[in-house]
Structure formats: C-alpha cells, structure tokens
C-alpha cells in the first residue's frame, strides 16, 4: 500500500492487489478514519469522514484524476504533491 500523498493529517493510498475491486479509487486514511473516495468523482463512496477533510480529499482527487487514474490502470505508483 504505497503512500500517494500526504497533508493536513490526511494520507492517500491505492491498494492495487490485482486492481482490489472496481470502481477506480483511493482510500484516505486519518488517525481515526478511513474512507475510498472514487477517482472519477472524489466522491466517499462508502464511510465515514470529517466534513472538512471530505472536501480536501475530493479537491486532491480533482486536481490528480488523470495521474490517479493512470496509477490505477498501470499499478505504477508516483508521489504527488500536498494540497498547498
């Protein structure tokens, strides 16, 4: 489970043990939470999570949606950059 990215207290991963299950997503993972969001949406698809952190993590989603869908497509992992 590599680490995408990191900010606010919030980590990115994409498990990928032979493409997990469909839909294309990642999880964001805080001390007490732990979420997928999808990458075509940045929608939580299922869980619970802070309201702000939601909306940070779909923001993240939105700006990465091509570099996240390539990842999930190719299972080749790259860091991206925080949210500023």
């Known amino acids: ?5 990191h900010f606010y207290g919030i980590i990115i991963v994409m498990y990928l043990r032979n493409k997990e299950h469909n839909p294309p997503h990642i999880h964001a993972i805080t001390q007490d939470f732990d979420a997928p969001f999808l990458i075509a949406t940045g929608e939580i698809m299922e869980g619970v ?7 940070m993590v ?4 939105l700006k990465y949606r091509d570099e996240l869908t390539q990842m999930w497509e190719t299972e080749q992992y790259i860091k991206l950059p925080p949210l500023d």
Do not use: N
Not at 58 to 61: A, H, L, N, R
């Open 1 to 5: 489970m590599p680490t995408i990215s």
């Open 49 to 55: 999570f802070p309201p702000k952190a939601c909306s």
């Open 58 to 61: 779909k923001e993240f989603v």
